[in-house]
């Protein structure tokens, strides 16, 4: 059993299987970040999964507002270096000479990384 981030959620993968997800639902990106680093530090097989989340909710709550400020923080610095990556990339894309239909699929999948943000 191991926990991966895949597409930008932390994911239970048992014999090459996905067989939970942790989803971000309404949570917050600051939030959603700390209680996945949470549940990694603290995996125990002892704990079924739900257990794990509700204690990583927790962890959260528990955090001082200053804590949460500074995860915010790194989140939002995460965000602009990922708007500037795909800035960039559009841009050279852009230039690139080829179909514009294999292009399209390019900036797509660029979109698609810059939403996990």
């Known amino acids: 059993m191991a926990l991966i981030i895949i597409d930008g959620e932390l994911c239970v993968v048992e014999n ?8 971000r639902g309404n949570l917050s990106r600051s939030a959603y970040k700390h ?3 949470w549940v990694q530090t603290n995996f125990s097989l002892k704990l079924n999964i739900h257990e794990l989340w509700e204690k990583a909710q927790e962890a959260w709550d528990n955090l001082s507002e200053q ?7 790194v989140c939002q610095q995460e965000k602009q270096n990922a708007q500037d990556i795909r800035d ?10 080829g179909y514009s239909s294999v292009k399209n699929q390019f900036s797509e999948a660029i979109e698609r990384v810059f939403e996990n943000f």
Not at 16 to 23: A, C, D, G, K, N
Not at 67 to 73: A, D, L, R
Request: glycine share 4%; hydrophobic share 40%; charged share 20%.
């Open 88 to 97: 960039g990339l559009l841009a050279n894309l852009k230039e690139y000479q």
């Open 67 to 73: 804590n949460k400020m500074c995860i915010w923080s």
């Open 35 to 37: 209680m996945c680093s």
């Open 16 to 23: 090459e299987e996905v067989t939970h997800v942790f989803e």
